[in-house]
């Protein structure tokens, strides 16, 4: 079964360090997300990213956040200058179809430590 | 506010008994609703879309209300193996997902 694969599944780094984040979605989707978790909180919305731009973002996903998909298949986040609220579980999404059909497929998290 | 809001529980149930977890969400415009499973520390996964005139997948059922904005899901007959957390999903036509807190659930021996 096609899966949402990502890569580190977990880093740890120091406060004021450039993080990437990378997602392969499953082949023949076409809606990107990325949600993060803090521990024992909810998921929240990030970014959703269509036909190669950035669709919508949260308030969350400030100047030190990026997104891109430098190829056909991967989509990466990139979190220019960690602070220490940055730790949390950053799951990539993936979504076949748009509007009010298809549900989000999710990859297994990375886990991001910033010390 | 909180776009959709659930009791986070803890529900400690034994196994076999029948549980309701329920679910508002506050923008009216929302047009599509999930159940999503999350394990420990793992990435939620989808139970079940949620369908205007209710559906029902084996134990699982969910329905929706949409005058009282208000979802639930009910699991009947309840395995050791449902215990996680369940979470309650918004989505609107612009394609963003809201995620409640979640509901957890620890089905006992």
């Known amino acids: 079964e096609p899966e949402v694969t990502q890569t580190p599944s977990h880093q740890v780094t120091q406060m004021g360090q450039e993080v990437i984040l990378r997602c392969v979605p499953i082949?023949?989707?076409?809606?990107f997300y990325w949600y993060r978790q803090i521990l024992g909180q909810k998921v929240e919305f990030l970014v959703s990213?269509?036909?190669?731009?950035?669709?919508?973002k949260s308030e969350i996903f400030d100047d030190q956040f990026s997104v891109e998909r430098p190829d056909g298949s991967n989509f990466t986040l990139k979190i220019r200058s960690t602070k220490l609220e940055d730790s949390a579980m950053y799951f990539c999404?993936?979504?076949?179809?748009?509007?009010?059909?298809?549900?989000?497929?999710f990859g297994e998290g990375s886990r991001l430590t910033v010390l | 506010r909180k776009e959709v809001e659930q009791d986070p529980g803890p529900f400690n149930v034994p196994e076999g008994a029948t549980v309701a977890f329920n679910c508002t969400y506050s923008?009216?415009?929302?047009?599509?609703f999930f159940w999503y499973r999350q394990d420990c520390r793992k990435e939620p996964k989808l139970l079940m879309s949620?369908?205007?005139s209710g559906n029902e997948d084996g134990r699982f059922t969910a329905q929706l209300n949409r005058a009282s904005q208000y979802i639930s899901l009910l699991i009947r007959d309840s395995k050791l193996s449902d215990s996680a957390t369940y979470l309650c999903?918004?989505?609107?036509?612009?394609?963003?997902?809201?995620f409640g807190t979640g509901t957890s659930l620890t089905v006992i021996p």
């Open positions: 999404a993936s979504r076949k179809r748009g509007g009010t059909a298809g549900e989000l497929f």
């Open positions: 082949s023949n989707h076409l809606y």
């Open positions: 990213f269509y036909n190669n731009e950035i669709s919508e």
């Open positions: 923008n009216s415009a929302s047009q599509s």
């Open positions: 949620v369908y205007s």
């Open positions: 999903v918004a989505s609107n036509t612009g394609n963003q997902f809201y």
